[in-house]
Nanobody, 126 residues
Framework: QVQLVESGGGSVQAGGSLRLSCALS????????MGWFRQAPGKEREGVAA???????SVADTVKGRFTIARDNAKNTLYLQMNSLKPEDTAMYYC????????????????????WGQGTQVTVSS
């Protein structure tokens, strides 16, 4: 059974940084396509970044230039480095995984991911 556990969330002031981590257990991490999503209260879950098995990454336009996704297959861990945080980045952040590649241009569609973590809260104050 694949399990995902996020960590690294917290409260920061605008302009600050956080690094989120997501540990995958129960299967071989390197076989999975991974993504980060976030959901603010009253809003739909949105894709933030995604990364393929070989490390090829894509980042949503809303966070491009500020967020970086990375994976360490040796440590079975996914990361999201978040810099220049803004109050609108406040949300619950989730990591997600699937062994199948997303459909074309659907890497930020939550329906493309089979496994989800419980989330870690990020709060950015102005």
């Amino acid at each position: 059974q694949v399990q995902l556990v996020e960590s690294g969330g917290g409260s920061v002031q605008a302009g600050g940084s956080l690094r989120l981590s997501c540990a995958l257990s129960g299967h071989t991490f390197s076989l999975y396509y991974m993504g980060w999503f976030r959901q603010a209260p009253g809003k739909e879950r949105e894709g933030v970044a995604a990364i393929e098995r070989d490390g090829s990454a894509s980042v949503a336009d809303t966070v491009k230039g500020r967020f970086t996704i990375a994976r360490d297959n040796a440590k079975n861990t996914l990361y999201l480095q978040m810099n220049s945080l803004k109050p609108e980045d406040t949300a619950m952040y989730y990591c997600a995984a699937d062994w199948e590649l997303p459909r074309w241009r659907k890497q930020f569609d939550p329906k493309e991911y089979r496994y989800w973590g419980q989330g870690t809260q990020v709060t950015v104050s102005s």
